[in-house]
């Protein structure tokens, strides 16, 4: 399927989802309204409500605290765990040691993590950046494991006898070969950090789209629920897309589908 036609399918699927939300709201189906706007509002108020907040300027706050919180939390997580995961993947005995306590730590909820961080850390945003990391680190770290584990024996054995020292061997085998599953684990993460930063927000802040989906919600203030929801949502979607550049400006070398069938 070409790009065009690609984005124009994506977008037609927004397009019926929307009015079939619109219809349902709004249209008596059998005598009833299928989903009471009370409790679902509908799109056309959802829209209002974000081009209220856009056009007074009150959510910039808002969206820059809670860009600033997802950026550093994607960061610190994500090269803490390409290094952690490097280091255990070039040292099993170290790898063996800790594995029971990372599974542990990896298996904590981290909604109980979250209040643990606002009292070490206060309300600011080292809590919610807190949270983030814990979200993401674990994602990069498991693949960027796997990655390095995953390199052919051929190929190492191939660079042994090719004369390849450690540093080589980890430049142009181990690191390549982790390149792609740590982009993939990139792309869940970026997710991953706006949650730990929206989550942290939600239980306890004075800014944030999290504070700003927590106040809509106590005085029953669905569309601003569902608006706060959509303003995150394409928030996350512009975070990946630079993800995705940086991943085409680094992974230059991989094929791409079609000519992997040609």
Avoid: C
Wanted: net charge positive.
């Amino acid at each position: 399927m070409s790009r065009p036609m690609l984005l124009l399918s994506q977008l037609l699927v927004a397009i019926v989802a929307l009015a079939l939300w619109q219809f349902l709201t709004s249209v008596p189906v059998f005598g009833r309204i299928l989903l009471p706007p009370f409790f679902f509002s509908n799109p056309v108020d959802v829209a209002g409500q974000i081009v209220k907040w856009f056009s007074s300027g009150v959510i910039w706050k808002h969206l820059i605290i809670t860009l600033w919180e997802s950026i550093l939390a994607f960061v610190i997580g994500s090269l803490a765990g390409v290094l952690v995961g490097f280091w255990f993947a070039r040292q099993p005995r170290v790898a063996a040691v800790f594995d029971p306590y990372v599974k542990m730590v990896n298996a904590l909820p981290r909604v109980v993590l979250a209040p643990i961080f606002t009292l070490w850390l206060g309300l600011g945003i080292w809590s919610k950046v807190a949270l983030g990391v814990t979200l993401v680190f674990f994602i990069v770290f498991f693949n960027v494991y796997q990655g390095v584990k995953e390199v052919s024996n051929t190929v190492l054995d191939n660079g042994r006898m090719l004369g390849m020292n450690e540093r080589q061997l980890m430049r142009h085998v181990y690191w390549p070969s982790a390149l792609s599953w740590m982009f993939s684990s990139l792309h869940t993460s970026v997710g991953f950090a706006v949650v730990g930063a929206v989550v942290g927000e939600y239980l306890g802040s004075a800014a944030g789209l999290g504070y700003l989906i927590q106040q809509a919600e106590g005085v029953f203030d669905v569309a601003g629920v569902f608006a706060g929801m959509f303003v995150l949502s394409a928030f996350v979607i512009l975070i990946d897309m630079g993800v995705t550049l940086v991943e085409r400006r680094l992974l230059v070398w991989r094929p791409t589908a079609a000519e992997g069938r040609g």
